[in-house]
């Protein structure tokens, strides 16, 4: 069954203290793998597209990267702003249409 | 450009009683999607729409119908609410063929059902 796990549930971390959130999934044809970004009260906002094992894609504090089974979104110096829930999507198998989400990770930035 | 817009926003409505959540995009998307989301659980497909004219279901249909009016609009509708229908509602669009293939999300409509 395909699944995608993301770890921890809840991250909270000072201002400029950075640190990784992980998205583990186990899916039969991996089309693409998504970030997004979700605001409370607010509709999933897209980050990246990461295809191939080795990829990497940056913006800004964030970085997104790669492997076989897992994706991580590495948060270099993070400031109050970056916090929000963040959520993985996998794409796969020959349905383009069907997109698997993790259940998110929830991070705080305190000052 | 406006996006993805969803109405209402807000909702609530009695055990038994029907309603329609309406979704459009001004994008010119081929695919349309309606998610649930709950508490811990992500998001859940409900049902989506590849192209006008079609539709199937997600991972999570029981209770719900759609229709896919034209290409802009794809509404989402419960016949017969029940308390575990209450939920978080977001609509999304894409057209996932293509290289990039995000999907593009509504604000989402809050429904508790009582």
């Known amino acids: 069954e395909d699944q995608v796990t993301q770890s921890p549930e809840a991250l909270r971390l000072q201002e400029g203290e950075s640190s990784s959130l992980n998205c583990s999934y186990t899916v039969s044809g991996l089309r693409g793998l998504f970030w997004y970004r979700q605001d409370p009260g607010k509709g999933p906002e897209f980050l990246f597209t990461?295809?191939?094992a080795g990829e990497e894609k940056e913006k800004e504090r964030l970085k997104a990267t790669l492997t076989k089974k897992e994706s991580f979104l590495h948060i270099t110096a993070p400031k109050p702003e970056d916090s929000a829930t963040y959520l993985c999507a996998v794409q796969a198998g020959s349905n383009f249409n069907k997109f698997y989400f993790g259940s998110g990770t929830k991070l705080n930035v305190k000052p | 450009n406006a996006g993805v817009t969803q109405t209402p926003k807000f909702q609530v409505l009695k055990t038994g009683q029907s309603m329609t959540l309406q979704c459009a995009q001004d994008m010119n998307h081929n695919s349309m999607y309606w998610y649930r989301q709950d508490p811990g659980m992500g998001l859940r497909l409900i049902y989506y729409?590849?192209?006008?004219?079609?539709?199937d279901k997600g991972e999570v249909p029981n209770g719900y119908n759609v229709s896919r009016l034209n290409k802009r609009e794809f509404s989402l509708r419960l016949e017969s609410a029940a308390p575990s229908q209450t939920s978080v509602y977001f609509c999304a669009s894409s057209d996932p063929g293509l290289a990039g293939g995000q999907q593009f999300f509504g604000p989402g409509t809050r429904l508790t059902v009582l």
């Open positions: 990461l295809y191939s």
């Open positions: 729409s590849a192209s006008e004219g079609t539709t």
